[in-house]
């Protein structure tokens, strides 16, 4: 959770506590005017759960400032991991009569009847670090593993190049955790065909073991480029211990190192360039973060999901330093500065859309513009997003645009690809360049890019779908008309809607016709629809295509739509809301084209200069636009401001 939120919190605690809290507004159990918190760590002798301790304390102790309860963390827990003495740890966590409880499970099963008898004697239950899936806690907060993984193969690729070969380092083979881990970081890798995973070996969790298979490694492989510590086993051992390792390490042109965790004994390691990039997770913040969430949950009634992502630390030279004077003061509240911030000051983006000449990137160049605005103003560094492309849709042309982007040493590319092929050669010359990139809008999987931004097709035709049912009703016959048939993101809607159209029997769709992305052959195949389809009740147009060719031009299915068929459409552009004002139109699912802009600059911001990971593809969302939210849509587009949300499509829901 971030530290602005604890923030908001606070202000929003201290003007409570301006006011007296009556028998009414006090939640139940709280009566005594005090929050009792048990934190019950696997063990009492890991110096992470000490440093999660102190951020339980510092948590309780801002709460209490705050007002208007006291907020204690008790610390309770067995010397060993043991599951047996944690379950009596629980059991003495509720005889004391505690008001919830935050649990690191020694045992995702052993964990389940303890936790279970807590929260029956109403005591609600967290867990964090380690997971009891199949117990009744109301949430997990922790690392995501798999994205921790592609975080430390990102480090990697940034600090030894996208060639050379290279080994990882598991503990216990089959180890959930690990075996996320080490997925992303293959998933990652696997975009860079000129790097090799020569080998996967194993310590069994044993300090030792760890040292005899690195050093057996280094003689297999002499000529390694690169280890992935899946732990940091090894590093335990100290200075000395893998004579080949550091040798090979610290010559010029040495290997290049990367481990999960942020250990005071890694950043030494990192300090002394045996390693170069670090994935931690957030200690002080099981503690800090816990104690937050269970303020609120008791006090604010506020619901959570199954899992909440804890975050991570990503530490390269650049903030070693600032890591280890968190942990020599057991402070962990300032944000860690970037891992790679830009040298100059400067941080540049060329945003490149498939041709210049269209509305949806003119909006999203605005939410660019925004972005880069803001981020600037916030500071420290100099944001610049620059505009960049083809007149029209050309992939030749656009090619020639990020050699352009390339050659203007540009700190990071998005682009939405007119080919996803033809895209694959420009995009990873730039990486190759050292210049990361991400795709929005129209994606290249093939390439290198870090994470495609986009809309889910498959759930906007569901959402169209929805809409439907919800305009038309459960009964009635429909007719759909699509684009290009076979076009992978066209098939996706049409899919997704005829998969929710599944549970609704009374719904027929009669045809599906397609116009080839032209205006007039829409036009066309729709009037011809309507002449075989006299008693359609409803059409999805799977794009708006001869929506474009304006009022008039399909006067049998308008006059239809006027005595009461449904149209349901794909896209949220001007002419659309227009439709819908004159009752053409019912129901929209649109892309978020200023997200496009908007939200492709923080995300390569934070990526390149904070290292943080993203999945292969990022879900950009969707608006759903009718008759109740048209105007503040229509309002967005006039002012080229959609930041703020859009109101319900249903209010009475």
Request: charged share 20%; glycine share 10%; net charge negative.
């Amino acid at each position: 959770m971030r530290k602005s939120l604890s923030f908001l919190l606070l202000f929003v605690l201290i003007a409570l506590a301006a006011g007296p809290v009556t028998a009414q507004e006090t939640p139940p159990g709280l009566e005594d005017g005090k929050l009792t918190i048990a934190w019950i760590p696997k063990a009492l002798n890991n110096p992470v759960f000490e440093l999660g301790r102190d951020g339980c304390f510092a948590a309780a102790a801002e709460l209490t400032e705050a007002g208007p309860y006291e907020v204690e963390c008790l610390y309770m827990g067995s010397v060993e991991s043991d599951m047996a003495e944690q379950a009596g740890v629980v059991a003495d966590a509720v005889a004391q009569g505690v008001d919830a409880i935050g649990i690191s499970c020694n045992s995702d099963v052993g964990c389940e009847d303890p936790i279970n008898s807590a929260i029956e004697a109403g005591i609600p239950v967290m867990t964090w670090d380690s997971d009891s899936p199949g117990s009744n806690r109301f949430t997990y907060l922790g690392v995501s593993n798999y994205l921790g993984g592609r975080a430390a193969a990102d480090l990697l690729i940034r600090e030894m190049g996208t060639e050379g070969r290279i080994a990882l380092l598991t503990g216990v083979p089959g180890a959930p955790n690990l075996e996320q881990r080490i997925q992303g970081f293959e998933d990652y890798v696997a975009n860079y065909p000129g790097i090799e995973i020569v080998t996967t070996v194993a310590c069994n969790d044993d300090i030792n073991l760890g040292v005899q298979v690195v050093e057996e490694t280094m003689q297999t492989h002499p000529d390694l480029d690169g280890w992935f510590f899946v732990g940091l086993w090894p590093m335990f051992a100290g200075r000395g211990a893998m004579p080949l390792f550091e040798e090979a390490t610290l010559v010029e042109d040495g290997m290049t190192n990367v481990a999960f965790d942020t250990l005071p004994i890694q950043l030494e390691w990192m300090q002394d360039g045996l390693v170069q990039g670090l994935v931690g997770q957030k200690y002080w913040g099981w503690g800090y973060d816990t104690v937050y969430m269970i303020y609120d949950k008791i006090v604010n009634g506020t619901t959570f999901d199954s899992w909440t992502n804890s975050g991570m630390d990503i530490v390269t030279i650049s903030n070693v330093d600032a890591m280890a004077a968190a942990w020599e003061n057991s402070d962990f509240t300032q944000p860690l500065p970037p891992a790679y911030p830009p040298a100059d000051g400067q941080f540049t983006i060329a945003w490149i859309p498939k041709a210049l000449n269209n509305p949806v990137f003119e909006l999203g160049r605005d939410g660019c513009f925004a972005a880069a605005a803001e981020l600037t103003a916030i500071g420290p560094y100099e944001v610049e997003c620059l505009y960049m492309g083809s007149v029209e849709s050309d992939m030749a042309e656009q090619a020639g645009v990020v050699a352009d982007a390339v050659a203007q040493g540009v700190d990071a590319i998005g682009i939405s690809c007119n080919s996803d092929a033809g895209c694959v050669d420009p995009i990873n010359s730039a990486i190759e360049a050292g210049i990361p990139v991400m795709t929005w809008d129209s994606d290249s999987p093939d390439s290198m890019r870090f994470t495609y931004l986009g809309v889910s097709n498959y759930d906007g035709g569901k959402a169209a779908a929805e809409l439907m049912v919800k305009e038309m009703g459960e009964e009635g016959k429909v007719a759909l008309l699509t684009g290009v048939p076979g076009a992978p993101n066209l098939e996706q809607r049409i899919k997704g809607f005829e998969d929710y159209m599944a549970d609704y029997p009374g719904i027929e769709i009669v045809t599906t016709v397609a116009c080839n992305d032209d205006i007039n052959l829409g036009v066309q195949v729709v009037e011809e629809t309507m002449q075989t389809y006299s008693d359609l009740n409803g059409w999805f147009f799977v794009g708006l295509w001869p929506i474009f060719a304006g009022e008039g031009a399909m006067p049998l299915w308008e006059e239809a739509a006027q005595a009461g068929m449904v149209t349901i459409a794909f896209d949220t552009l001007p002419v659309e809301l227009d439709f819908m004002k004159k009752g053409f139109l019912q129901g929209l699912v649109g892309q978020k084209y200023w997200g496009w802009g908007y939200d492709t600059v923080y995300m390569m911001y934070d990526h390149i200069l904070y290292a943080t990971p993203f999945e292969g593809w990022t879900d950009s969302g969707m608006d759903i636009v009718t008759i109740n939210n048209v105007d503040a849509m229509i309002a967005a587009w006039e002012n080229s401001d959609f930041t703020q949300p859009l109101p319900p499509a249903y209010p009475e829901e």
